[in-house]
């Protein structure tokens, strides 16, 4: 914060030397302290689902749902000020319900990525889950976190203003063993942070891997692909996956690779070079249970930097591959191949089946609690 603080200042004092009147423009915009406003957002099966956004007193906001705890909106400031939605995303939940989305700005559980043939045991006993995607199962299965309905309550304190979701599991849900009690904390803050913390209990052991799935351009959304996004990963190892995207179980390093981001690179470098464009979970550095920073993303154009912290083993960078054009999105924005990428803080995929990964297992009477932080700078 104190970075941006700086930057801020810095931008300020040279703005106001060559455009003096522009300063006030941009003191009109900033406000004393966070804003809450909820709007009905629409109606699926009986539900009343609600548009929450909260404004931080740098204008920046985030707008969140109760259908799928998806964050619909990011609005950011750019190096000059200016505000622009860094999500993709649909306009109305019709869309949401119709368009089959592919998980823009959800919550995705109960297990988030891949788990092969949607098969694994516990204990001895061997549990079939949904398979929606060829033979395996992906990010919780037919109807995922993303398409359920949260209980939602908000908060609002001067610093920082959110919701909290709740979503009760059933046992059998998806396949999953388990009554599943489900916690998401989304926060904005004055230092311009979005935090995301997760919690979870159950009542049976079950395996659980919770993630956020926004799909940012710094650009802002719509406005083109993310090929001059530079971005860093703090991780000196990835994980090669076989042709359904399942691990094979080892860890390779990255050194000498098209993932190699250990030193900011332009996505656009390798995309071309790598299948498809990047769908890789990455091994995060110094994984011990405390939240660290392992990722940052650099847009020159709008000078956005947006900075990921997590305590989770892995990340997830997907670069938009499966876009194609034929969604349209907000403000009727084509969303055409890498328009967009995800950056998944989680487990790694198909652990519940390799026994040296780190392990997804929650147990009766322990708690699920993980957090991820998506921070946002600007740089001149
Ligand atoms: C994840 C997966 C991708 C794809 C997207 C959604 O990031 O890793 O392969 O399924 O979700 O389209």
């Known amino acids: 914060m104190r970075q941006f603080a700086g930057l801020t200042i810095i931008f300020l004092l040279s703005s106001l030397i060559f455009t003096g009147c522009n300063i006030e423009q941009k003191k009109q915009k900033t406000q004393e302290k966070m804003n809450m406003k909820r709007t009905l957002f629409g109606e699926t099966d009986g539900n009343q689902i609600y548009q929450y956004t909260f404004t931080n007193i740098n204008s920046m906001s985030v707008s969140i749902i109760n259908y799928g705890g998806i964050v619909t909106h990011l609005i950011v400031p750019d190096r000059e000020g200016n505000l622009q939605d860094v999500v993709l995303g649909y306009d109305n939940l019709q869309q949401y319900l119709d368009n ?15 788990i092969a043939r949607g098969k694994f045991s516990i204990d001895g006993t061997e549990y079939q889950l949904a398979t929606n995607n060829g033979t395996n199962h992906l990010h919780g299965g037919l109807k995922g976190f993303d398409k359920v309905v949260w209980d939602v309550e908000d908060f609002i304190f001067p610093d920082s203003a959110g919701v909290v979701l709740t979503y009760h599991s ?25 935090r995301i913390d997760y919690q979870a209990e159950t ?25 001059n996004h530079q971005l860093q990963i703090f991780a000196d190892h990835y994980i090669p996956v076989d042709e359904t995207l399942i691990p094979t179980g080892e860890l390779n390093p990255v ?6 981001f250990t030193a900011p690179m332009e996505i656009g470098k390798g995309i071309h070079q790598v299948d498809g464009g ?10 011990d249970g405390n939240v660290r920073e392992v990722a940052r993303v650099i847009e020159n154009q709008s000078g956005r930097l947006m900075k990921v912290f997590t305590d989770q083993p892995g990340m997830q960078f997907y670069s938009g591959n499966f876009l194609d054009g034929s969604i349209t999105g907000k403000e ?5 191949q890498h328009y967009g990428f995800c950056l998944e803080t989680q487990h790694f995929p198909d652990s519940p089946n390799q026994p040296a990964f780190p392990p997804t297992l929650l147990r009766p009477g322990e708690k699920y609690q993980t957090t991820t932080i998506y921070r946002f700078e600007v740089f001149d």
């Open 203 to 227: 009542d049976q052991p079950t395996v659980l891997n919770l993630t956020h799935h926004s799909y940012f351009n710094l650009k802002g959304q719509g406005n083109g692909n993310i090929y």
């Open 170 to 194: 059933p046992d059998g849900e998806e396949g999953y063993p388990g009554n599943l009690l489900t916690k998401v904390i989304y926060t904005l803050n004055n230092n311009n942070e979005l």
């Open 255 to 260: 050194e000498g690779t098209l993932m190699d």
């Open 332 to 336: 009727s924005k084509v969303y055409m």
């Open 100 to 114: 089959n989305s592919p998980y823009f700005g959800a919550i995705a559980g109960r297990y988030a990525n891949r």
């Open 278 to 287: 990047y769908d890789h979970t990455f091994v995060l550095n110094n994984f």
